[in-house]
């Protein structure tokens, strides 16, 4: 087994990180978008209840801050991880669309240290997994 290059876990912490911050920008979306749903609704006796499909849209911070989040987890951990690069690329257009400016900056580190040649190369190595056929 090969030894793990320091920037791939470096950018495992980092991705750790940012999924972290992308959950916590998710709940706090949801309960912003909530309070603002419950006045709206109550202030139009009812007819307002449409905006709790709003809540629907901090969802996807959510669901990719977990699968970062777990990504970040393993990379740190210097598990091989093929496809910690397109994680990291879905969390920075999640960062970008919900306009979060410091999860932008941690992805584009986290990308950067994830493209070093050393660390793409032990992340796409198998050869640990490979089954002797003889």
Known sequence: ???????????GIVML???I???MHAIILG???????SVFAIS??????????????????????????WTGYRVMSGE???????????GLVNAAVN????????EILALMWLGEPASAAYANDESDNVIDAA
Do not use: D, Q
């Not at 309960?31 to 749903?37: D, G, N, R, T």
């Not at 139009?44 to 989040?69: D, Q």
């Not at 091989?80 to 879905?90: D, E, G």
């Not at 306009?99 to 941690?106: A, E, I």
């Open 44 to 69: 139009t006796f009812g007819i307002g209840c449409v905006c709790y499909g709003c809540l629907l849209w901090p969802v996807l911070p959510a669901v990719v801050g977990v699968g970062e989040a």
């Open 99 to 106: 306009m979060n400016v410091v999860t932008v900056v941690l």
């Open 1 to 11: 087994m090969s030894e793990v290059p320091p920037n791939y876990k470096n950018a």
């Open 80 to 90: 091989r991880v093929p496809f910690a690069r397109t994680m990291s690329i879905i």
């Open 31 to 37: 309960v912003i978008i909530f309070l603002y749903a």
């Open 21 to 23: 911050m992308h959950m």
């Open 17 to 19: 990180v940012a999924g």
